[in-house]
């Protein structure tokens, strides 16, 4: 019997199933604000905080730098991404186009499960408010969005928002920093929610762009240049009041 028929045939699979979940907290550890642009991924120390070994972690890291959201150098590791205001810009445009696409679909199909889903998120969020607990509120957010999206039920824009939510780690939560800034957030959710309860696609389309150009301008002014880069809502937008 060769050497390699002498490994466990537990291990390869056992080091595969810790990925995701390493992945995954990185991912939150950046959207927490722990981890910034520049900063240099502390492998064991990573591993020694989850129990495990390096290579899982590893792999983690390799797979984030392919979904763009660390970037590696030659005998020094992974490093979390840094990202230029124009590209942070050119996501939210883009992504805002994706949400309304997917609210305008999800309106049409979406089930009471999710509706229930979707508003109790919204309430858990009401509580995050309550105790200014903004990195709650940011993991429940994308929560959120992410739902919105899988409620759509179109296979390729499910496939594609993983890969363009995750740059939007790099930079999203500031703009939920700003005073009041949560409250507003979650008001437009539950506009949302009520436009795809009622099955009104075109509302729900509209609300959602909406939300997403708003989280832009927040962001514009985190940086202080708002004056300097229009970020004002499409001209079809402007058609839903602003009080919805």
Do not use: W
């Not at 363009?164 to 979650?186: D, I, Q, T, Y």
């Amino acid at each position: 019997m060769s050497r390699r028929d002498d490994i466990p045939p537990t291990r390869i699979p056992r080091t595969a199933s810790f990925v995701p979940p390493i992945q995954r907290e990185i991912e939150r550890m950046i959207g927490a604000g722990e981890l910034v642009g520049g900063t240099r991924i502390n492998e064991s120390a990573l591993a020694l905080r989850l129990g495990i070994s390096r290579g899982p972690v590893r792999e983690a890291c390799r797979a984030l730098e392919q979904i763009g959201l660390l970037r590696s150098e030659l005998n020094r590791g992974f490093f979390v991404r840094e990202i230029g205001t124009k590209e942070a810009l050119d996501l939210y445009d883009i992504r805002a186009g994706l949400f309304g696409t997917a609210g305008r679909l999800a309106a049409a199909i979406i089930t009471t499960a999710q509706l229930r889903e979707m508003k109790d998120l919204i309430r858990r969020m009401d509580e995050a408010i309550e105790a200014s607990d903004l990195a709650t509120f940011y993991t429940l957010n994308n929560e959120i969005h992410r739902q919105v999206v899988v409620a759509s039920d179109n296979a390729k824009l499910i496939e594609m928002y993983p890969l363009l939510e995750a740059e939007l780690h790099l930079f999203r939560r500031r703009g939920l920093v700003l005073p009041g800034s949560m409250r507003v957030s979650n008001d437009e959710h539950k506009a949302i929610v009520e436009a795809l309860s009622n099955g009104d696609s075109t509302t729900a389309a509209r609300l959602l762009e909406r939300h997403i150009l708003a989280g832009k301008a927040r962001f514009l002014r985190t940086l202080g240049c708002s004056a300097a880069i229009d970020a004002r809502p499409a001209p079809s937008l402007k058609r839903v009041p602003a009080d919805s």
